[in-house]
């Protein structure tokens, strides 16, 4: 299994960016996905998760502004975040679990190297 995350950068307060995991080995749209992050020292936080089904949950900092979403022809899950705050600088990491996942706090199976967002 390989979760390859792209997209991350730098970028204004207020900004946009969306990130790409690009996934093999595993069929996102079969699996539940997830976006986490994290900060040097801090434990890893759940962003916003996609099941199976279809369902979505989103962590109360980011609701209203990041979308998660999943391009099956492309097999890569995709989270567009919108009105960047500092706040959301961090480490995001790209997560499968081939079985429902208790968002936030819940563990996944698969992990991507993860892409550095920087709000400044």
């Known amino acids: 299994v390989q979760l390859v995350e792209s997209g991350g950068g730098l970028v204004r307060p207020g900004g946009s960016l969306r990130l790409s995991c690009a996934a093999s080995?595993?069929?996102?749209?079969?699996?539940?996905m997830g976006w986490l992050r994290q900060i040097p020292g801090k434990e890893r936080d759940g962003v916003a998760t996609?099941?199976?089904?279809?369902?979505?949950e989103y962590a109360d900092s980011v609701k209203g502004r990041f979308t998660i979403s999943q391009d099956t022809a492309k097999n890569t899950l995709y989270l567009q975040m919108n009105s960047l705050k500092p706040e959301d600088t961090a480490m995001y990491y790209c997560?499968?679990?081939?079985?429902?996942?208790?968002?936030?706090?819940?563990?996944?199976?698969?992990w991507g190297q993860g892409t550095q967002v920087t709000v400044s």
């Open positions: 996609i099941d199976s089904d279809g369902n979505v």
């Open positions: 997560a499968a679990s081939p079985v429902l996942v208790n968002f936030p706090l819940g563990e996944y199976h698969y």
């Open positions: 080995g595993v069929t996102v749209a079969a699996n539940c």
